[in-house]
């Protein structure tokens, strides 16, 4: 089956620096959604981008397919930022079956 | 005005026990999935099921049965609850075929003592 693998599996940043986490996978892709999980548990959708970019607010996202992986950027990080961030993908165009990558620790320090 | 909801939030039992957790969803989508998240974080599905029928059934032991009564609600009955059934199980819901992304619910911390 595909693989997932996310780098670095750690990181810790003080706050207002700027991040990349990378995700990449072993196979043609048709869909690809990065995630944060809260401290608290929550999982949270933050990008659904199986190609091109895409931004939101802080955050934005790049997704190459052709080369296999996909990109989070993380602006002026905030401790609110803390968390795991899990990139999945997906053979099929819906989330029918993603594989999820071990997610990325992100600890943001005030 | 919860999205996906699930219930308990915690659950402790002793091995041997029958349990269950329930799930619903108000988003109108056609597709539920119940995910297991071990104690390294991992994630992996376990089922799938669109309009109530079961589409994804991973290599999952059959003490674990999930229901769907109607496409708003996926159910996870889990029989003869051991040790490594210890997790936070996790329902989400999508609408597959107009790709939208996961919406998952705020989890299920199962321990069994």
């Known amino acids: 089956g595909i693989q997932v693998e996310q780098s670095p599996p750690d990181l810790i940043l003080q706050e207002g620096a700027n991040s990349t986490l990378r995700c990449n996978f072993s196979d043609s892709v048709n869909n690809l959604q990065w995630f944060h999980q809260n401290p608290w548990g929550q999982l949270i959708n933050l990008f659904y981008?199986?190609?091109g970019t895409k931004q939101n607010g802080r955050l934005s996202a790049t997704t190459v397919a052709t080369e296999r992986y996909s990109l989070l950027y993380i602006s002026s990080s905030q401790t609110t930022d803390s968390g795991v961030y899990f990139c999945a993908v997906g053979t099929q165009g819906g989330s029918e079956k993603l594989v999820f990558g071990k997610g990325t620790k992100l600890t943001v320090n005030p | 005005d919860t999205a996906v909801s699930q219930t308990p939030k915690y659950l402790v039992t002793q091995m041997g026990n029958d349990k269950s957790i329930k799930c619903e969803q108000n988003?109108?989508?056609?597709?539920m999935y119940w995910y297991k998240q071990d104690s390294k974080k991992f994630l992996k599905i376990m089922f799938s099921?669109?309009?109530?029928?079961?589409?994804i059934n991973e290599t999952v032991p059959n003490r674990f049965s999930p229901k769907s009564p109607d496409k708003a609600h996926l159910n996870l009955h889990i029989n003869s609850l051991e040790l490594g059934d210890s997790a936070v199980y996790f329902c989400?819901?999508?609408?597959?075929?107009?790709?939208?992304?996961?919406?998952f619910g705020n989890g299920t911390r199962l321990t069994v003592t």
């Open positions: 099921y669109n309009n109530k029928e079961l589409i």
């Open positions: 981008i199986p190609s």
């Open positions: 988003l109108g989508h056609d597709t």
């Open positions: 989400a819901s999508s609408q597959v075929r107009d790709r939208v992304p996961l919406h």
